[in-house]
């Protein structure tokens, strides 16, 4: 049975790994689609979007309604993506422990 100093150093050893990871995840980017890729939206690892990019034949004015949901399916897709890599990001940290449904700060 480990003693109560080795369970803390091992909690801090984690929790700084786990800063660090956050801290990567930040910075890398991920694209999601929407309309067969005709709008693409880039997001980073805080859910910050950094790029739109839209097909010119969706540009029409009559039709703007189709635009935005476009747009909309295109961010949750991307996001759906952060989302998942920064669980596999975890996963792999805690050696696959399940933290009980523990939402992390990120």
Known sequence: MMNIQGIMKQAQMMQK???EEQ???AQEEVEGS???GMV???LNGKFEMKKLSLDNS???PQDVEV???LIVAAYNDAKNKVDAKMQDSMNALSGGLNLGGLKLPF
């Open 40 to 42: 693409k939206v880039t």
């Open 34 to 36: 929407s309309g067969g």
């Open 67 to 69: 635009l935005e949901d």
């Open 23 to 25: 801290a990567k995840l």
């Open 58 to 60: 969706l540009v029409d």
């Open 17 to 19: 790994k786990m800063e």
